[in-house]
């Protein structure tokens, strides 16, 4: 009961804000309006005397009625834009249901990213606070993180508050537009890449492995891969460099999840430490027998 009203009061609170935002607007535009009138009846008064002095030439006047227009017009664009983006976001998130409270996080997290808002002075913020929010909005819908992977799926079910962490500073949102390169072969990995949204076509062409008889030919590999598909996962166990290139059907938007920062929320508890180094050596193991690519998969987790 306590949540729930503290909820409506948090709504309530954010329906006034955003009333007062947009009376402000409102009153403004009107005000800018009706100095334009002012301004082209003044115009037309003195248009003799002040739009032209000398042929071809433009009056100051004129000068400030262009750019007072400009501003108006650029102002009324971008509140229909805040505007457009707050129903569809308010819209998606009635359609799927997401809890009041997660609801207004959400919405005041989009405010901020407004382009006329004040930005803040820690990035890295920024992003934790955007994964924290992606995460929650993941998890209320069904499909957190890492989920589809047996490691975190058996990780998630041992230790849920790390995996909460995990998510929250490991977890990176990259975003690409179609028919675009997202690694190549040879270049050093320092994460695991999550697709989250989208289809991308990952290509190799990968020698024999080590134990196989002389003379016996490489593997070509071609496959499409879409949401739920992860990639590189040899970077969280060992050092890696990416053994073929990754390039984007169409918009992707990918979660990546750095070494670093995995092992750090990892070696944080000694139990997940252990869990995560049982798995790390049966993962290097097979990966030493198999033909070693980005899209190696490990087995079963016990």
């Known amino acids: 009961m306590s949540q729930l009203f503290n909820a409506q009061l948090l709504r309530l609170q954010k329906f006034l804000q955003e009333l007062l935002r947009d009376t402000v607007v409102l009153l403004t535009a009107m005000a800018l309006k009706f100095f334009l009138n002012l301004v082209g009846a003044l115009r037309a008064f003195f248009f003799c005397l002040c739009c032209f002095r000398g042929a071809g030439k433009v009056g100051p006047l004129t000068?400030?009625?262009?750019?007072l227009s400009n501003l108006l017009f650029q102002l009324n664009s971008v509140w229909r834009e805040r505007k457009t983006q707050k129903q569809l976001a308010a819209?998606?998130?009635?359609?799927?249901?997401?809890?009041?409270?997660?609801?207004?996080?959400?919405?005041?997290?989009?405010n901020w990213l407004q382009p006329q808002q004040v930005r803040p002075k820690d990035p890295?913020?920024?992003?934790?606070?955007?994964?924290?929010?992606?995460?929650?909005?993941?998890?209320?819908?069904g499909a957190p993180p890492?989920?589809?992977?047996p490691?975190?799926?058996?990780?998630?079910?041992?230790h849920p508050k790390l995996q909460t962490q995990l998510c929250n500073e490991a977890l990176v949102p990259i975003f690409h537009s179609g028919n675009e390169i997202v690694f190549t072969v040879g270049e050093a990995c320092s994460m695991m890449y999550i697709i989250v949204n989208g289809s991308a076509q990952y290509a190799a062409q990968l020698p024999p492995p080590r134990d196989a008889p002389v003379g016996t030919a490489g593997t070509q590999v071609r496959k499409t891969l879409h949401s739920g598909h992860w990639l590189s996962e040899a970077a969280l166990w060992t050092g890696w460099v990416h053994r073929?290139?990754?390039?984007?059907?169409?918009?992707?938007?990918f979660f990546g999840l750095e070494a670093g920062w995995?092992?750090?929320?990892?070696?944080?508890?000694?139990?997940?430490?252990?869990?995560?180094?049982?798995?790390a050596r049966k993962f290097v193991e097979g990966l030493n027998r198999s033909i070693q690519s980005d899209i190696t998969e490990a087995g079963p987790v016990d």
């Open 124 to 141: 890295e913020k920024l992003r934790r606070n955007a994964m924290t929010l992606i995460s929650e909005l993941l998890e209320e819908m």
């Open 151 to 158: 490691f975190f799926r058996s990780f998630r079910s041992k």
């Open 262 to 279: 995995f092992a750090r929320v990892i070696s944080s508890q000694k139990s997940a430490h252990a869990f995560a180094a049982s798995y």
């Open 244 to 253: 073929g290139e990754l390039r984007t059907l169409c918009d992707c938007l």
């Open 146 to 149: 890492l989920m589809e992977h």
């Open 63 to 67: 000068r400030r009625y262009w750019v």
């Open 91 to 110: 819209e998606f998130l009635r359609r799927h249901q997401i809890s009041t409270l997660l609801s207004i996080r959400l919405l005041k997290h989009i």
